[in-house]
Nanobody, 123 residues
Framework: QVQLVESGGGLVQAGGSLRLSCVFSGRTFSSYAMGWFRQVPGKEREFVAAVSWSGGGTYYADSVKGRFAISRDIAKNTVYLQMNSLKPEDTAVYYC????????????????WGQGTQVTVSS
């Protein structure tokens, strides 16, 4: 079984930055394309960003393109989301997930969801 643990969320002002982390365990991390998703209470979870198994390819939702950057550290079994120029509409619970062998544009989440990490952006 795969376990995903997200961290790094918090409360920031609009225009600020946060760096989220997701630690992966239970399977071979390097075999998975990884991505970030977010969800607002009462709304459907939406795709945010993904990175290929090698780390050489990325894909972003239009809403975050140019502001967010996804990366991964294979040795640490960790995927990151650097969030810059944050907007109030970025407020959500952020989750990571992965897919073995599928595309990243967008990534299809095939793993069990973790608890997520709350990001709140004030005006």
């Amino acid at each position: 079984q795969v376990q995903l643990v997200e961290s790094g969320g918090g409360l920031v002002q609009a225009g600020g930055s946060l760096r989220l982390s997701c630690v992966f365990s239970g399977r071979t991390f390097s075999s998975y394309a990884m991505g970030w998703f977010r969800q607002v209470p009462g709304k459907e979870r939406e795709f945010v960003a993904a990175v290929s198994w090698s780390g050489g390819g990325t894909y972003y939702a239009d809403s975050v393109k140019g502001r967010f950057a996804i990366s991964r550290d294979i040795a640490k079994n960790t995927v990151y989301l650097q969030m810059n120029s944050l907007k109030p509409e970025d407020t959500a619970v952020y989750y990571c997930n992965g897919d073995w062998g599928g595309p990243i544009a967008p990534l299809y989440p095939r793993l069990n969801w973790g608890q997520g990490t709350q990001v709140t952006v004030s005006s």
